[in-house]
């Protein structure tokens, strides 16, 4: 199954502490986030994939390019064939974290059945994140 999300990706932020109700929260936007990711999947799956099937998860974050990048002429093809790998922040795992969360109990029933994962993060003009998920056979 594919997914597209066509928006920029948002990482997975460390949780915030409310000091009167001693709760831990989530910003706004990482939460609306996760729920945009939700419905998007929801239009792709009926019904969580079956809880014992071992998933793998192909998944690419297209991130913004920064105008530095941009106006460097030698840099403009890389960018164009999007294959220029972002090293800066944010973080992978960060950036993976929220698409697990938002896909979780939509997708699949929970995000341990993921046992394989690739994932790559590259500059593009057009962001977004593009989703593959696979029922593993058991041998």
Do not use: C, W
């Not at 066509?6 to 609306?32: G, M, T």
């Not at 929220?98 to 059945?113: C, K």
């Amino acid at each position: 199954m594919r997914l597209v999300i066509n928006e920029p990706p948002i990482p997975q932020s460390r949780p915030r502490f409310d000091s009167r109700n001693k709760r831990a929260y989530e910003k706004a936007n990482i939460k609306a986030y996760k729920q945009r990711v939700g419905y998007i999947a929801r239009k792709e799956f009926k019904q969580p994939i079956e809880r014992d099937t071992p998933l793998e998860i192909n998944m690419k974050f297209y991130m913004t390019i920064p105008q530095y990048l941009s106006k460097v002429k030698k840099n403009r093809l890389a960018l164009e064939k999007e294959i220029r790998y972002v090293t800066k922040k944010p973080d992978l795992d960060n950036l993976l974290k929220a698409i697990l969360d938002g896909l979780n109990g939509i997708a699949y029933f929970d995000d341990g059945q993921v046992v394989k994962l690739k994932v790559e993060k590259v500059y593009s003009f057009n962001p977004r994140t593009e989703i593959e998920i696979l029922a593993l056979e058991e041998e």
